[in-house]
């Protein structure tokens, strides 16, 4: 592997330990992958997830602080396990302790200090400035790593913790997997035929076509004569597709960069064989997830955050209704979307209707941990994401469009 002096350096530990750590772990990665050279990156998003990395991710966090280390390029960190607006309330009823929310602020502010920037947003291009088309990456969320890819035309892989940090470090990662042109064409050809038209539908789409060739080599091609998404549509569904189907990317033909054509986004070549998605297998995907129970404990709007845009029609559509007694209606969002609704008069709105907001987070990280404590049982949600994530940890959960989600939420029930 081509290395530069300075890069040299660092893996002979010229710069002190912190660099030499990080440059050791890329070399490591590109030597495994076999590639040429390391490819200099414009930013890094980071997952501290202490619940996963541990006492050891906190100490080699620590470490780095006491090297004086920092990252070289714009750094972008996931959301956490917690909203700490909800500090007292998490820690009295949600089964949380005082030392699981001290550690969780504890990481936030050692990353601080590395010098990423506290988004807590599993897509922090919807509140920075999206990566540029064909820009280099080292993002590590998968909701944020296939919207790079796909939607914006940026080049990054699935960055694990370790591997995100160690690139964002010393600014630059392996030449491997979709950083490689030939590795983005498209492969699997999914013909959309029913008309979808909202983002539960689209997040249904990538449900089904999600799992018919899973795995990181499959790009999926989505293509036919239906309404132009919208951008929050879009967005669903490569969080869907990274859920389902363990997807890096898709090319959705006349709205994605490297799709304006199906030929454009195959590279020349089609593959064999269409998948056709009819109006009833639209339907099946929200006719088969349904409660045992008609009860709702919970609503949930995330997976990924929200926009501003979303959480004005959650509120339009509420209108002068309000929440039922026993349902709780919780929008994820990150912080900066958050200070965009409150200055916009949502967050009066929201909480006039008795909904609420979970802030840092996108709900799924903190809902097995908060169920036993609250004793939440069911979610009714528009996130086909969500209803994927939430099935390991306990919950029943019922995909279902935004008005069918509102009516849940008003009258605690979802009708069979």
Partial sequence: MQLTDLQKSWLNGDAGPSLQWAMEFVHALGEFYDVPSLLPIESAHFAPDVRMGG???????????????????PGYLDPCHIDFEKEAEIV???????????????????????????????????????????????????????????????????EGGPSALASALVGCTPAYGLHLPENRRGNLLIEIQCDPREVADWGAIAAWSGQIATGYETVPVFFGDFAAPTFNMVKQLGVALASYGGHAMFHLVGATPEALTLEMACGGTLPGETHCMASADLDAMFERQTLSNPDVDLVVFAAPQLSLEEISEVVERLG??????????????????????????????????GAEFSTGTCFYPEAPLMRDGFGWRSVVTNSAKLVNTLASAGYETALRRIDDCLNAAVTGRLPA
């Avoid at 209606?329 to 916009?344: T, Y």
């Fill in 320 to 353: 002068d209704r309000r929440v039922h007694e026993n349902t709780r209606l919780i929008m994820g969002v990150d912080l900066q979307v958050k200070a965009q609704a409150d200055n916009a008069g949502l967050t009066e709105r929201v909480i006039a209707c």
């Fill in 55 to 73: 006492d050891t991710s906190v100490r080699l966090l620590e470490n780095f602080v006491k090297d004086r280390a920092r990252i070289r390029v």
């Fill in 92 to 158: 009295a009823a949600g089964g949380l302790t005082q030392s699981f929310v001290d550690g969780e602020r504890h990481i936030i502010g050692l990353c601080r200090r590395l010098g990423f920037y506290p988004t807590q947003s599993c897509i922090p291009y919807q509140s920075f400035a999206p990566p540029p088309y064909g820009a280099h990456l080292a993002w590590g969320d998968t909701g944020a790593a296939i919207s790079a890819n796909s939607i914006f035309g940026a080049r990054t892989n699935f």
